[in-house]
Structures are given as C-alpha cells and as structure tokens.
Nanobody, 118 residues
Framework: QVQLVESGGGLVQAGGSLRLSCAAS????????MGWYRQAPGKQRELVAT???????NYADSVKGRFTISRDSAKNTGNLQMNSLKPEDTAVYYC????????????WGQGTQVTVSS
C-alpha cells in the first residue's frame, strides 16, 4: 500500500520561498512519473509541474522560472522548490505519483496549504 504525505506548506509573504516535500511509504516500483498539482478555493485542480522516470520536467507557464521540481529516488522523496511566490500561488498543493510501466496506478497525497500574502 502506497501512501504519500506532503509537507512544507505555510504562510509566506509575496516574494518569499517555500520548499514542499512529498514522502512516499511502501513500494514505488516501477516508478513512472511524479507531479505537483494545486487547487484554490472554487477553482479546478491544475497541474503545476511533473517529472518523469527519465528526469524530464514540465511546468505550467505560470510557474516557469520560479518553481523547480526534483526527485530523490533513494529517499522516496519528491520536492517542489517555490521561489518568488505570488498571492495567486495560494492553494492546496497535492503530490501525485504514477506507478507501473504504463503509469496505470495513480496515488495522491492529502495536500498541504500554501498561503502567500501581499
């Protein structure tokens, strides 16, 4: 049974930084891809960043140049470094993990709140 736990969220002023972490328990083999999503109140959940088995990364246009996704396979941990935060980044951030050679197994964390004040 795979379980994901996000941490690192909190309250920060505009222009500040936060580092989110996603810790996985259980077997995450075979790893396919990991992603970060966010959802603000009243809005649809949106993709923020992804990283694949081969290390390819993809970012939403709104966070390019400010956010960096990474993965430490030895520690079963994923991270999202968020710099130059803006009030519009305020949301609950979720870690997503896709397992299986075809990415057929999907897992979600319970989310961590990020609030950016102006």
């Amino acid at each position: 049974q795979v379980q994901l736990v996000e941490s690192g969220g909190g309250l920060v002023q505009a222009g500040g930084s936060l580092r989110l972490s996603c810790a996985a328990s259980g077997s995450i083999f075979p790893f396919n891809a990991m992603g970060w999503y966010r959802q603000a109140p009243g809005k649809q959940r949106e993709l923020v960043a992804t990283i694949t088995r081969l290390g390819y990364t993809n970012y939403a246009d709104s966070v390019k140049g400010r956010f960096t996704i990474s993965r430490d396979s030895a520690k079963n941990t994923g991270n999202l470094q968020m710099n130059s935060l803006k009030p519009e980044d305020t949301a609950v951030y979720y870690c997503n993990l896709k397992l299986g050679w075809r990415g057929q197994s999907d897992y979600w964390g319970q989310g961590t709140q990020v609030t950016v004040s102006s």
